[in-house]
């Protein structure tokens, strides 16, 4: 049976090697960027028109969403929600429109999202969803009090959805990546990078195929029994 996901935040490093992994496993995908499209026209070239989907929508709006209901025009029994940003600074210095910003994109529009296409994962009584959130959502962080704050309310809304959603042949679960190796760290020179490398125990970053491949794991039959759980990978960091 064909099997059809949807994967937010596609274009970003880590959405990217998500993308692979599920074309890799026979799924066709849905693949939801917002203004860098490159890497997702390298996966259209590599894979096939009818195996990859482009969707462009700013989640960073209300409107983002519809466009995702549109842009996908059969029904998904997969979504991996990838989404997100940071902010690095104090929690007095944000401003509102930096905060508003992050709330929409990292709590609202996953709620709407999924709220969007549950209602065919219902029908059908399967679906499979897995959030991305991150170490700070389990513990927080200084200076990132406010993307911590959204991280945690993603994990929260797994483990409610989850529960509520079992029944149907459902399952949620989210991701906790510490430390990646992305663009999201070129803001740290490389002697930041290291000491937060020297922190970890397995003493380095993870890669962003490692963080695909738990992805694959929680959506496959080898998880069957798992829902509403946080897997942490972030190579022993907390």
């Not at 390298?42 to 009818?50: M, V, W």
């Not at 992050?102 to 969803?129: C, E, H, V, W």
Request: net charge negative.
């Amino acid at each position: 049976m064909n099997k059809t996901a949807l994967v937010i935040g596609a274009s970003g490093d880590i959405g990217r090697e998500i993308a692979k992994s599920l074309l890799n496993e026979g799924y066709t995908t849905y693949l939801h960027y917002n203004s860098d499209n490159q890497s997702i026209h390298n996966l259209q070239r590599e894979f096939g028109d009818e195996k990859v989907v482009p969707i462009q929508a700013d989640l960073n709006t209300g409107a983002g969403v519809q466009k995702l209901k549109t842009g996908a025009y059969t029904s998904v029994d997969t979504i991996v929600f990838n989404a997100g940003t940071t902010y690095y600074g104090l929690m007095t210095d944000i401003d509102e429109k930096t905060k508003q910003q992050m709330i929409q994109l990292n709590i609202t529009s996953l709620y709407s999202t999924i709220q969007a296409f549950l209602p065919d994962m219902l029908r059908k009584r399967n679906g499979n969803i897995v959030v991305i959130s991150s170490i700070w959502g389990e513990i927080g962080a200084s200076c990132e009090v406010l993307y911590s704050m959204t991280k945690g309310a993603q994990i929260a809304f797994v483990k409610a959805l989850a529960k509520e959603v079992a029944l149907n042949g459902i399952r949620v679960n989210a991701i906790a990546p510490g430390a990646v190796f992305t663009k999201m760290l070129n803001n740290l020179s490389d002697d930041e990078k290291q000491e937060i490398s020297d922190d970890i125990p397995m003493g380095r970053l993870a890669h962003p195929y490692e963080i695909a491949d738990a992805v694959c794991f929680l959506l496959s039959d080898k998880s069957s029994y798992i829902t509403g759980q946080v897997l942490g990978v972030n190579g022993g960091w907390n």
